[in-house]
């Protein structure tokens, strides 16, 4: 099956740091890769959907200035938290849509990345 | 609009027991409906979908969904819970017609006793 692979599982920051988090889809090309927010034990919040070449779609509310996404091959989306604050700890999760199946709404996810500002 | 509602956000069972999570969406398109599963500090992992074919859907680990269109009903079922199926339940809907993105409803812990 489709992989999806994060990176780093887990990011321990001091407050006013900027930090990325790397998905990469590793057997199979993805023109569109999304972002999710997860707070403990709460549902996933779609951030921002970004795609290969272009600009970030970003979720009403989501700070793009504050959340960079970056998308700049088939294989690997960025999200930087830029200038991070405690509020912004939290469980990040990507997930990609394989190529063949655009329309299906099928994604295969990341393994999340758990970021903890000081 | 389009949104899923997962009814019981814990649902406690016993080993062995029959697993019924349950699901029910709002659509003015046909909807495409998946069941994701997620463990502790990881990502999801897709159980089952319906994309329009066959409406009782045979998903891993022995779990099976029915989409009844009347009901607006996407419930994930399991005859006999094991203690590996403890962990959190996730239903979500995308839509047909281009419309891309993913609604998850707002989860269910599942928590299996011996």
């Known amino acids: 099956g489709a992989v999806v692979s994060q990176h780093p599982s887990w990011v321990i920051c001091k407050s006013g740091t900027s930090v990325k988090i790397e998905c990469r889809s590793l057997?199979?090309?993805?023109?569109?890769m999304f972002w999710y927010r997860q707070f403990p034990k709460q549902s996933l919040m779609l951030m921002a959907t970004?795609?290969?070449?272009?600009?970030?779609?970003?979720e009403q509310g989501v700070e793009k200035d504050k959340f960079l996404i970056n998308h700049a091959s088939l294989t690997l989306s960025t999200l930087t938290v830029t200038s991070a604050h405690p509020e912004d700890s939290s469980f990040y999760i990507c997930s990609a849509r394989v190529l063949t199946n655009q329309n299906t709404g099928e994604l295969f996810f990341g393994e999340g990345s758990r970021l903890t500002v000081l | 609009a389009q949104s899923v509602t997962q009814l019981g956000s814990h649902v406690s069972v016993s080993e062995g027991a029959l697993v019924l999570l349950r699901c029910n969406y709002s659509?003015?398109?046909?909807?495409?409906l998946f069941w994701y599963v997620q463990y502790p500090n990881q990502g999801l992992q897709l159980l089952l979908k319906?994309?329009?074919?066959?409406?009782l859907v045979k998903g891993i680990n022995g779990f099976e969904a029915e989409f009844k269109k009347s009901e607006t009903s996407f419930h994930l079922t399991k005859p006999s819970a094991h203690m590996s199926d403890a962990a959190e339940y996730f239903c979500?809907?995308?839509?047909?017609?281009?419309?891309?993105?993913?609604?998850f409803g707002a989860g269910t812990r599942l928590a299996v006793h011996p």
């Open positions: 970004s795609n290969e070449g272009s600009k970030a779609t970003y």
């Open positions: 319906y994309t329009s074919a066959a409406t």
């Open positions: 979500a809907v995308s839509f047909s017609g281009g419309y891309n993105k993913l609604i």
């Open positions: 057997d199979f090309q993805a023109t569109t």
């Open positions: 659509s003015s398109v046909p909807p495409y």
